[in-house]
T-cell receptor
Framework: EAGVTQFPSHSVIEKGQTVTLRCDPI?????LYWYRRVMGKEIKFLLH????????ESGMPNNRFLAERTGGTYSTLKVQPAELEDSGVYFC?????????????FGPGTRLTVT | AQTVTQSQPEMSVQEAETVTLSCTYD???????LFWYKQPPSRQMILVIR??????QNATENRFSVNFQKAAKSFSLKISDSQLGDTAMYFC???????????????FGKGTLLTVNP
């Protein structure tokens, strides 16, 4: 079974540019989460999809961040325009529904550097 | 809102010895899960061990065990017979129990970088 994959692994962009991060969850997992870790701080929840619907986007920092999950499969997280404080590691995780759904499987993360 | 505190940014241990990582949390919830996740260098974060708050018995997974003190809101991780492959960042995390949707989001501590020395 393939794990959660994220692309790219590392992105370096200039302030004001746009970046799109992609997450492919484990096949069949309806739940998809985005988290972010800023250097030296906690990993913070950004949002949660159930299939294609946004269940909870309370952690999204501002309207420069747009997440989508068309068709309920992979998800994208777009940052436009990027700011310096957006630098960090963006993690995606997925889980199935039902018993054992507390366990989230994480991707390797995308390290975003905004210069 | 929940908070999770890991007071040890870095720790080191000699191979084959035992080490304990600390975690405290704050919540008004009565039913919840606590987790320890491990992220080895340049690799994905994986679940090490889980504890349901309603269970009094401490969880154990091979060389990993927890000391869960619900009243004190403490959840430490003990690693016995440390191995070089245990070198990783360890994150303590909290999740509300039950329901759906947003109840499944994780609240993390800042992490403890554990180095196992040969």
């Amino acid at each position: 079974e393939a794990g959660v994959t994220q692309f790219p692994s590392h992105s370096v962009i200039e302030k004001g540019q746009t970046v799109t991060l992609r997450c492919d969850p484990i096949s069949g997992h309806d739940n998809l989460y985005w988290y972010r870790r800023v250097m030296g701080k906690e990993i913070k929840f950004l949002l949660h999809f159930v299939k294609e619907s946004k269940q909870d986007e309370s952690g999204m920092p501002n309207n420069r961040f747009l997440a989508e999950r068309t068709g309920g499969t992979y998800s994208t997280l777009k940052v436009q325009p990027a700011e310096l404080e957006d630098s960090g590691v963006y993690f995606c995780a997925s889980s199935h529904t039902g018993p054992g759904s507390y366990e989230q499987y994480f991707g390797p993360g995308t390290r975003l550097t905004v210069t | 809102a929940q908070t999770v505190t890991q007071s040890q940014p870095e720790m080191s241990v000699q191979e084959a010895e035992t080490v304990t990582l600390s975690c405290t949390y704050d919540t008004s919830e009565n039913n919840y899960y606590l987790f320890w996740y491990k992220q080895p260098p340049s690799r994905q974060m994986i679940l090490v061990i889980r504890q349901e708050a309603y269970k009094q018995q401490n969880a154990t997974e091979n060389r990993f065990s927890v000391n869960f003190q619900k009243a004190a809101k403490s959840f430490s991780l003990k690693i016995s017979d440390s191995q070089l492959g245990d070198t990783a960042m360890y994150f303590c995390a909290f999740m509300k129990h039950g329901g759906g949707g947003s109840n499944y989001k994780l609240t993390f501590g800042k992490g403890t970088l554990l180095t196992v020395n040969p």
